[in-house]
């Protein structure tokens, strides 16, 4: 009996002949959007519906939720952002069934409260890099409904300065046979630029409104706290300054924030423009619009876009990877390679870290995924260019002397001792631990790994466990900085005392710094407001951080 090798593709055409009695050639009519998908997909296939962090195929996810339960159920949902209700009306529609994703901060909680009802079975919590390449592996998608700014009638895609997730999720499904179907603000004659070829897209249409951008990366430096200040400035002297740090990426938060801020001021009083924190891979913060207009940056790629951005962005093509139609570029895949490989510093934030440096954002009622934290604060065993930074990370940590020491990614942990409500950072036992007992998860879902921590900041200073030569220091070293915790309060302080003697543990004052001076006239921008009138009013914050 001969064998058939094309039956992917005889199942994807008969997607495409089913799906085109709603169509006129490549572009759907979108009243007839939900009966398309019904035709198209299958019971039990896998789906990535382009949620990404910023941009969302809304209107697709729309439509999806529409379908008929009895013919379309049990899809697995594989996508990188759980962000929008619709993505979760799925599966208390009983539409989908299982899901494998990266990050879903605005739906954390609800997450967490349809795995415990038990309506969501849950493949992996993944990161982003992980994720993409299981599109490639095992979890290629056999229909990917994404989304971009504009569409030709040949299904060519212009995706703008959001492209973010999209040509990795068309690539992955329009290569393997899988049918790519793409919600699009505007169908026009001529396209500013082809981000991704119409032959790789199968279908188009047009949403009756724009699709949504979540501005996931503003802070208002109005909410910059003098705490946070502090924190920024030791962070700054004990380790940007100390290791030369120049390519890095900054995790989301207020912390990340402050330290953009005073670079302009406290970093230029040190004397450290131009000898650190030159190339990045980061998506377009405003706040670190002063730090550019003060010639601190030399050169940042973005995993995606920020809403009001793009102006300022244009403006400034020597700083941004800006296309010859002078819009932004943006490559999620592409960026997240960088921050684990070409950066040599990650710095960001969490919700608790225990006594072995181990990390996590996700509690007991609360699913928040991790987005690319852990391939940013991943120490990469494949890199081998060497960097100042990296080489004195990897002699600190091995205290060795050989020609075969091997360098250190720096992974910083910034955190205030106490968080909402008072909640502490520091803790015995991670709440993800007790989560995955209670789901009966195979693998815990930490975020970073403590063995790839290399120092904590806190209020009360800077814990270097590079310089830890046992588990018993290490331990310490975190008590040492967990403040008024009940983690802090059971420090041994005899040990403590001598691992500050040591530089292992360094107070501000050890460090030359004057917590009084820790106030907000050290920020170069202190509102919205300051930022826009810092960018020469090209920067145009979402309406809802507008307080003028």
Wanted: include cysteine; glycine fraction near 8%.
């Amino acid at each position: 009996m001969t064998r058939s090798w094309d039956k992917e593709r005889k199942a994807r055409q008969k997607r495409v002949d089913a799906g085109e009695r709603f169509s006129r050639g490549k572009v759907i009519d979108p009243s007839k959007l939900t009966n398309f998908l019904q035709a198209v997909l299958q019971a039990g296939d896998r789906v990535c519906l382009e949620g990404d962090n910023q941009k969302q195929a809304d209107f697709l996810a729309r439509a999806l939720t529409r379908v008929d339960p009895s013919v379309i159920n049990h899809l697995h949902i594989v996508q990188s952002g759980i962000v929008l209700p619709e993505h979760l009306d799925l599966f208390e529609l009983g539409i989908a069934k299982k899901l494998d994703f990266s990050y879903s901060s605005p739906q954390g909680a609800a997450v967490a409260r349809l795995l415990n009802k038990g309506n969501v079975e849950l493949g992996a919590i993944h990161t982003y890099i992980e994720l993409f390449g299981r599109y490639y592996m095992d979890l290629t998608p056999h229909v990917a409904l994404v989304v971009a700014r504009q569409a030709d009638r040949q299904g060519n895609l212009y995706t703008g300065p959001n492209t973010e997730d999209t040509p990795t999720i068309v690539e992955a499904t329009a290569f393997k046979n899988g049918l790519v179907v793409a919600q699009v603000n505007d169908i026009v004659d001529h396209l500013p630029r082809v981000d991704i070829q119409g032959d790789q897209v199968d279908f188009i249409v047009q949403s009756p409104k724009p699709f949504y951008i979540e501005p996931l990366f503003t802070r208002d430096p109005a909410n910059v706290t003098e705490t946070q200040i502090l924190m920024a400035m030791m962070a700054i002297k004990g380790i940007y300054a100390e290791y030369g740090v120049k390519r890095l990426n900054h995790g989301i938060g207020f912390s990340t924030a402050a330290i953009e801020l005073i670079l302009p001021s406290f970093g230029a009083k040190l004397g450290l423009r131009g000898k650190i924190a030159t190339h990045w891979a980061l998506n377009p913060h405003p706040t670190l619009i002063p730090a550019i207009e003060d010639g601190w940056v030399k050169q940042i790629h973005c995993f995606g876009s920020e809403v009001g951005m793009d102006r300022y962005m244009s403006a400034r093509p020597d700083i941004y990877f800006i296309g010859h139609d002078g819009s932004l570029r943006s490559n999620r895949l592409m960026c997240q390679t960088a921050g684990l490989y070409a950066c040599d510093m990650f710095i960001g934030s969490t919700l608790q870290i225990d006594l072995a440096g181990n990390s996590s954002t996700i509690t007991t009622d609360r699913i928040a995924g991790f987005g690319g934290a852990p391939n940013m604060g991943a120490d990469a065993h494949g890199r081998r260019h060497p960097s100042a930074p990296w080489l004195k990370a990897g002699r600190q940590a091995s205290d060795a002397r050989g020609d075969m020491v091997r360098g250190r990614k720096l992974v910083v942990q910034i955190v205030e001792t106490f968080g909402d409500r008072m909640a502490p950072a520091f803790v015995e036992k991670l709440d993800s631990l007790t989560l995955a007992e209670k789901l009966k998860l195979d693998l815990a879902p930490v975020m970073i790994y403590g063995d790839d921590v290399t120092h904590i900041v806190t209020e009360e200073g800077i814990a270097n466990l590079l310089l830890c030569r046992s588990a018993d220091e290490r331990e310490q070293a975190i008590r040492g900085v967990a403040g008024y915790t009940e983690i802090g309060r059971r420090r041994d302080r005899a040990m403590v005392a001598n691992l500050r003697e040591r530089g292992i543990i360094r107070r501000p004052e050890d460090l030359g710094i004057d917590p009084l001076e820790a106030t907000r006239q050290l920020l170069a921008a202190r509102s919205i407001q300051d930022l826009v009138a810092c960018s020469g009013g090209l920067y145009e914050p979402p309406s809802k951080f507008r307080n003028w």
